[in-house]
């Protein structure tokens, strides 16, 4: 009986944790401006950031430093979300975003960009491996 009540406990903080970790989406869409860059560990600007970032709603991101539009992917599978962390490690513990260049029909399981996110209000950080974490504000 014990260990029922423990494991129903740590099904629903975990499951707690999980939603807290979910992106709003609909938040997400609209455009971004980049308020501090990314940088590497030699203060080199990350390029896979852009300057200004739009999400739409059919799932595009868009940046005047990207060749063409990317599709994009908020709260990953726990199994896509996974893959994704264990590539990238320094990670864990944020949410998680993937994309693709242009309209490609590849599994996200297999996604080669994998960006760490954080949405508060109109602020969103964007982190990549081995940069230091992008913050951008909503423009109006």
């Known amino acids: 009986m014990t260990r029922t009540i423990l494991f129903a406990a740590l099904a629903i903080v975990m499951?707690?944790?999980?939603?807290?970790?979910?992106l709003d989406n609909a938040a997400l869409i609209g455009?971004?401006?980049?308020v501090e860059n990314a940088m590497d560990k030699d203060g080199k600007p990350c390029p896979f950031v852009g300057r200004q970032i739009e999400f739409t709603a059919d799932?595009?991101?868009?940046s005047a430093n990207m060749p063409m539009p990317?599709?994009?992917?908020?709260?990953p599978t726990s199994a896509e979300a996974e893959v994704a962390i264990t590539k990238n490690p320094e990670l864990k513990g944020m949410g998680i975003m993937l994309a693709m260049v242009g309209?490609?029909?590849g599994d996200w399981l297999k996604a080669p960009i994998v960006y760490g996110v954080n949405l508060k209000g109109n602020q969103f950080t964007m982190k990549v491996s081995g940069?230091?974490?992008?913050?951008y504000k909503k423009k109006k």
């Open 103 to 105: 309209n490609s029909k």
């Open 31 to 34: 455009t971004w401006q980049l």
């Open 131 to 135: 940069y230091t974490p992008a913050l």
């Open 15 to 22: 499951s707690m944790a999980s939603a807290a970790m979910a």
């Open 70 to 75: 990317f599709k994009y992917k908020v709260n």
């Open 59 to 62: 799932g595009k991101m868009i």
